[in-house]
């Protein structure tokens, strides 16, 4: 079976450097990283007294590891409202979550290199555990500020209403 059945001509996997991330109905302005969407499910083993020696083998729990996303510092305030609904300094006793709307479900979706959405995933009941306004400033360095959302969730699927387009050729350009 071909890799690709729409393009049978490709044989390259899609990269890893053209994606956007949607929340709230918006695409989130300069993500530059997102990290891998993993889960793990334990393994649970057990065996009868009277059977072999070998334990047999069946699936457990499963865990959805967190997302990272990053990206440069800028005026766009998403990353900081974000996570400041789920704790905000000062908001006083008992306002400091905004429990009605702290977890958001997101859209990850990744474009080959002509543009067109080739991949998506739904993760659901996203919430920030983690927030770095800023890295670590350093007068000698040559970098780029980055800022960074840890997310935590309950799982993640593929959209399968996103299929694979038909790649134009130089001739449809």
């Known amino acids: 079976m071909p890799a690709f059945t729409v393009n049978t001509q490709r044989f390259d996997p ?15 302005a300069g993500v530059s990283k997102v990290s891998a969407l993993k889960r793990t499910t334990d393994v649970v083993e057990h065996r009868s007294g009277g059977d072999p020696s ?16 990053e990206r440069g510092v800028t005026h766009d305030t998403a990353f900081e409202q974000w996570a400041a609904k789920v704790w905000r ?13 702290f977890r958001k479900d997101l859209i990850i979706e990744v474009y080959n290199e ?30 780029v500020a ?3 959302l840890k997310l935590e ?9 996103v299929v694979e387009p038909t790649e134009p050729t130089l001739a449809d350009g």
């Open 114 to 143: 002509a543009g067109q959405v080739v991949l998506a995933y739904k993760v659901y009941r996203c919430w920030v555990s983690e927030y770095q306004a800023l890295p670590e400033l350093d007068a000698s360095a040559n970098a």
């Open 54 to 69: 070998s334990a047999h083998k069946s699936p457990g729990q499963t865990k959805w590891e967190a997302i990272t996303l």
């Open 14 to 28: 899609y990269k890893n450097f053209k994606f956007r991330v949607k929340w709230d109905g918006r695409y989130v």
């Open 153 to 161: 969730h309950e799982g993640w699927e593929r959209d399968v209403s």
């Open 146 to 148: 980055i800022q960074s």
């Open 89 to 101: 300094l000062g908001a006083g006793l008992g306002a400091e979550v905004s429990l009605a709307d």
